[in-house]
C-alpha cells in the first residue's frame, strides 16, 4: 500500500542522488575518535556522508542504549551514502491480532547503521561558514522504515539561502529500535531508537561548530514517524534533558499511535512473539538468547510480525519506559513539561486515507473501526466515536477521518498548546492533500511536486527554513514569499492554509475548524485508553 510505494520511490530517489565534486577541495574534520573527509559540489556545498556517531550496535550491545564510537586512525571517506537500518512494513491484516475483547547505488539494510549526514554551505576550499543555524531531521517511515540516503540536503540548504547546516540522522528501527517488554527493561535499554536519536543530538551538541553551525541553534525537524520523534525528545526526560539540545522543533504530521507502558499485556504479546519466532521460548536467558541469534533471524519476525498487524498499524514502536519516556505523551504535553522554546507544526488534510484500507468500503463502519484500531476500547467508547463522525460523509470516509485526527492531527493540536506563546500552525491542502504529499515541496529531489509553482514553492519550504533560523516564520528568508503576517497559534487559533485555486497559489490564515477541536478534546479524554 501507500508506505510501500514511497519506500520504492525513496530506493529509487536514493539510487539517482549524485554528488558533483570539486575534486580540489576535500576539508577534513577531526572528530578526536576519526577524521573524515568530505566533498564539495558544483553548488559550494560541503557534504559528509557516513558520519558514525555511536558503536555498531552488534553483539551484546544489541537491545541496549547507543554507546560511544571507537577510534579509528587515518582519514575516512565521508563521500558515500551510509547504509540504512533493517527495515520493514505496517500491518496488513484486516482484523487486529492484538484485541482481546474481540477476534542502482545499492545501500544495504544492515544492524550497524548509526550513521549520519552533514551538509553545510562552504566558503573557498570546503571552509564552513561560521556559527549558522542548525536543523537536524529525522526522518518518517512509522519507525519501521526509512534512511537518510534517500534525502538530498543541498535542497533545503538552498531554500535557506545558504543559511543553516543540516544534519540527517539514522536510528534502529521495528523490533532493533522498539523491542518491549520487561525483560529489556530488565537487561538493555526500552526505546533504544529514540536513545539513538538523542545521541546523535548529543552528537550535534557537541561537535557541530566544527562544521560552522551554532549548537546553541538547533531545531529538531521531521515527518510522520519523524515527527512523532520530535514530540518524544520534546517529552524527553520530563522536558528537563540535559544539557538542553534544540531551542525549536517542527513537526510535519505528527505520528502519535497507541504509546502504551512497556510491560503492558501488548507489548508483552510482542516480546513474546520475537522471542518465539528467534527460537529463544526455552532459553534460561531469552536477551541472552535474542542477542546471539543471527541478525537475519530477527530481520524475519520483525517482517513477519508487523505485517500480521492490523491494517495501517505499526507495532514496534515507542512505549513509556519510565525513565526517558515517563509517562503518556499527551500528559506531558498537557503539563508543558517540554524540551525546547519554540513550534512550528503542519498538518495534511488528510492524514488517514493511506492508512485505511480503502478497498473495504463496502463494510465500513466507523463504530467497528474504532474498536480495531484501539483494542482497550469498549463498546461505549466505540459507539462515542462513531456518533462524533457520523455527519462526515460516508463510513469509509469515517474511517479515514478517524484515522487522521486520532493519531496525527488531533496530537498536533496537544502539542501546540504544550507551547502557548511560542507556537505556530499550517495546514497543508494541495489535493489530494494526503499524508506525505508535503514532502515534495520540501524535498524536490526525492519526489517533484506536482504543483509547479515557484511562488508556493518558496512561501511553503521557506517557512521551515526561516523558522529553524528565527523561530519565527514571519522573519522571512525572501521578502517576496507571498505568505502573509503569521500569528502564532495561541492568538485566537489561527493557523496558515497553503493550498491552490485552478493553478494559483493559496497561502492565507484561517481559523481552526471548532468541530475539529470539539473532536480532538474527546481523544485527549480518553487518552489512557488509546495509551497516547
Request: charged share 15%; glycine share 8%.
Amino acid at each position: 500500500m501507500f508506505l510501500q510505494h514511497r519506500l520504492a520511490n525513496i530506493v529509487v530517489a536514493a539510487a539517482t542522488v549524485v554528488l558533483c565534486v570539486q575534486a580540489q577541495s576535500a576539508p577534513t574534520i577531526d572528530l578526536g575518535y576519526a577524521q573524515y573527509q568530505g566533498v564539495v559540489s558544483q553548488a559550494n556545498i560541503t557534504h559528509f556522508l557516513g558520519i558514525r556517531y555511536a558503536a555498531a550496535p552488534l553483539g551484546d550491545l544489541r537491545f541496549r542504549g547507543p554507546q560511544p564510537p571507537a577510534n579509528i586512525t587515518g582519514v575516512q571517506q565521508a563521500t558515500v551514502q551510509p547504509n540504512q537500518c533493517f527495515q520493514s512494513s505496517n500491518g496488513r491484516s484486516p482484523t487486529n491480532p492484538l484485541e482481546t475483547r474481540m477476534a542502482a547505488l545499492e545501500v544495504l539494510s544492515t544492524e550497524d547503521c548509526l550513521f549520519l549526514n552533514v551538509w553545510h554551505p562552504s566558503a573557498a576550499a570546503g571552509t564552513p561558514l561560521e556559527n549558522l543555524p542548525v536543523l537536524v531531521w529525522i526522518h518518517g517511515g512509522g519507525y519501521l522504515a526509512g534512511q537518510a540516503s534517500a534525502y538530498d540536503g543541498e535542497d533545503v540548504i538552498n531554500q535557506s539561502n545558504r543559511g543553516i547546516v543540516l544534519v540527517i540522522i539514522q536510528y534502529r528501527l521495528g523490533v532493533f529500535g522498539f523491542l518491549p517488554g520487561a525483560e529489556v527493561k530488565k537487561n538493555g535499554a526500552l526505546n533504544a531508537g529514540l536513545l539513538d536519536q538523542d545521541f546523535a543530538l548529543r552528537w550535534v551538541n557537541k561537535h557541530i561548530f566544527k562544521f560552522g553551525g551554532d549548537p546553541s541553534k538547533v531545531t529538531i525537524w521531521g515527518e510522520s514517524a519523524g515527527a512523532g520523534s520530535v514530540l518524544q525528545q520534546v517529552v524527553a526526560n520530563n522536558g528537563k534533558t540535559k544539557p538542553q539540545l534544540f531551542r525549536g522543533a517542527i513537526t510535519s504530521s505528527t505520528f502519535l499511535p497507541s504509546q502504551y507502558e512497556y510491560n503492558d499485556t501488548i507489548p508483552e504479546f510482542l516480546f513474546r512473539e520475537v522471542v518465539s519466532q528467534s527460537n529463544c521460548t526455552t532459553a534460561a536467558d531469552p536477551m541472552a538468547c535474542l542477542r546471539s541469534v543471527d541478525a537475519n533471524v530477527l530481520q524475519t519476525a520483525n517482517t513477519q510480525i508487523n505485517t500480521g498487524g492490523f491494517f495501517g498499524t505499526y507495532l514496534f514502536i515507542p512505549v513509556v519506559d519510565g525513565s526517558f519516556i515517563t509517562q503518556r505523551p499527551t500528559l506531558s504535553l498537557l503539563q508543558r513539561k517540554v524540551n525546547g522554546r519554540a513550534l512550528l507544526s503542519v498538518t495534511n488534510t488528510f492524514e488517514g486515507t493511506g492508512f485505511v484500507d480503502q478497498n473495504n468500503a463496502a463494510t465500513a463502519n466507523a463504530t467497528r473501526y474504532a474498536l480495531d484500531l484501539f483494542p482497550k476500547f469498549d463498546l461505549a467508547h466505540a459507539a462515542k466515536v462513531g456518533s462524533l463522525y457520523a455527519g462526515l460523509g460516508t463510513q469509509l470516509f469515517q474511517e479515514n477521518a478517524i484515522q487522521g485526527e486520532s493519531i496525527f492531527i488531533c496530537p498536533t493540536y496537544s502539542i501546540l498548546r504544550a507551547f502557548p506563546n511560542a507556537s505556530f500552525k499550517a495546514e497543508f491542502a494541495i489535493p489530494p492533500g494526503m499524508h506525505a504529499n508535503d514532502i515534495a515541496y520540501y524535498w524536490p529531489t526525492l519526489s517533484t511536486p506536482p504543483f509547479q509553482n515557484t511562488e508556493f514553492i518558496n512561501a511553503f519550504a521557506q517557512l521551515f527554513t526561516s523558522f529553524a533560523i528565527s523561530l519565527d516564520p514571519n522573519v522571512k528568508i525572501n521578502s517576496s514569499t507571498i505568505t502573509p503576517y503569521w500569528k502564532k497559534w495561541g492568538s485566537g487559533r489561527t493557523e496558515m492554509l497553503f493550498n491552490k485555486t485552478a493553478e494559483e497559489p493559496v497561502v492565507k490564515p484561517v481559523k481552526t475548524s471548532a468541530a475539529l477541536l470539539k473532536r480532538c478534546r474527546f481523544w485527549e479524554s480518553v487518552g489512557s485508553l488509546t495509551a497516547q
